[in-house]
């Protein structure tokens, strides 16, 4: 059985995609908070990188991405993950709608995907211990973060299309050379 060098290549540049993106969101992206609220960048990555290659491979990031997060950050092993997965998921069934050329698409559902992730967190973090503040928590967290990722997702968006592009012409060169 023959190895396809390519999926493996592939596979690292996501591993190390999700921790260069783990790291900065955790230590550069600490500094640079506005009001509290700090870019999702996992959630970018996540987003990304599901309707731009499909569900299996939104799936695998966001797994990772969440387990990361839940190995940090959650009260119980599993929910990060469970969350970034299903955001993965739902962004891989836009990918047959992905045009590189399209920025629109790409903002909108990583909008989406914050604005449901922040509502997935409301419900489980806050209304579940009877904190009512929905409002407040709304226009205080969940759009602020909403706009900080979007503003840092018009600058990353393009870089991981980039990477894409060069992964792809590159895979392209070597599949010519060896035929």
């Given at each position: 059985?023959?190895?396809?060098?390519?999926?493996?290549?592939?596979?690292?540049?996501?591993?190390?995609?999700?921790?260069?993106f783990?790291?900065?969101?955790?230590?550069?992206?600490?500094?640079?908070?506005?009001?509290?609220?700090?870019?999702?960048?996992?959630?970018?990555?996540t987003?990304?990188?599901?309707?731009?290659?499909?569900?299996?491979?939104?799936?695998?990031?966001?797994?990772?991405?969440?387990?990361?997060?839940d190995i940090?950050?959650?009260?119980?092993?599993?929910?990060?993950?469970?969350?970034?997965?299903?955001?993965?998921?739902?962004?891989?069934?836009?990918?047959?709608?992905?045009?590189?050329?399209?920025?629109?698409?790409?903002?909108?559902?990583?909008?989406g995907?914050?604005?449901?992730y922040?509502?997935?967190?409301?419900?489980?973090?806050?209304?579940?211990?009877?904190?009512?503040?929905?409002?407040?928590?709304?226009?205080?967290?969940?759009?602020?973060?909403?706009?900080?990722?979007?503003l840092?997702?018009?600058?990353?968006?393009?870089?991981?299309?980039?990477?894409?592009?060069?992964?792809?012409?590159?895979?392209?060169?070597?599949?010519?050379?060896?035929?």
């Amino acid at each position: 059985m023959r190895i396809n060098k390519w999926k493996i290549k592939r596979c690292i540049y996501d591993i190390l995609a999700i921790f260069i993106f783990y790291l900065l969101q955790c230590t550069v992206f600490s500094f640079l908070e506005l009001a509290n609220i700090r870019p999702n960048l996992l959630l970018i990555l996540t987003a990304t990188l599901g309707f731009m290659c499909g569900q299996k491979k939104g799936m695998f990031i966001g797994f990772f991405s969440g387990l990361l997060l839940d190995i940090q950050f959650g009260s119980f092993l599993g929910f990060y993950a469970f969350v970034y997965l299903v955001i993965g998921y739902v962004n891989g069934m836009f990918y047959k709608n992905f045009y590189e050329e399209d920025f629109k698409l790409p903002l909108i559902l990583i909008s989406g995907s914050e604005l449901i992730y922040g509502h997935i967190i409301y419900l489980s973090m806050f209304l579940l211990r009877s904190d009512f503040h929905y409002s407040y928590y709304l226009s205080h967290t969940i759009m602020q973060e909403l706009v900080y990722t979007v503003l840092i997702a018009l600058v990353i968006y393009p870089l991981l299309l980039y990477v894409k592009q060069k992964l792809e012409i590159e895979e392209k060169r070597s599949a010519d050379r060896s035929v």
